[in-house]
């Protein structure tokens, strides 16, 4: 069974930082891609960031290129989602998620996420003025 537990939203000012963990269970990590996605009241999903955990390659939107950073740890089956220089347009719930990963890119392996439909329970992050 696959599993997706996302940790570490919380209430923070501009310009400050989070970081976002999920621990997935359930699937090879190493021949997946997981991905996170973020959701703001009223507002469509859109896609945030994603991590090859063949490869560790990452893709990001443009929206959060150079302020959000993605690792992961293969052993702890986990990834990290470091998010600095908060703006409040980043307030929304945020979604880890997963797709097959291998012989395509990490914004290939988001392109499928929705389709392939396993979400975390989300996490709420919060920026205020």
């Known amino acids: 069974e696959v599993q997706l537990v996302e940790s570490g939203g919380g209430l923070v000012q501009t310009g400050g930082s989070l970081e976002l963990s999920c621990e997935v269970s359930?699937?090879?990590?190493?021949?997946?891609?997981i991905g996170w996605f973020r959701q703001a009241p009223g507002k469509e999903r859109e896609r945030v960031s994603c991590?090859?955990?063949?490869?560790?390659?990452?893709y990001y939107a443009d929206s959060v290129q150079g302020r959000f950073t993605l690792s992961s740890d293969n052993a702890k089956n986990t990834v990290y989602l470091r998010m600095t220089r908060l703006k409040p347009e980043d307030t929304a719930v945020y979604y880890c998620t997963v797709a097959p990963g291998l012989g395509i890119t990490p914004a290939q392996a988001m392109d499928i996420m929705e389709g392939f439909n396993y979400w975390g329970q989300g996490t709420q992050v919060t920026v205020s003025t």
């Open positions: 359930g699937f090879p990590f190493d021949d997946y891609a």
């Open positions: 991590i090859s955990g063949t490869d560790g390659s990452t």
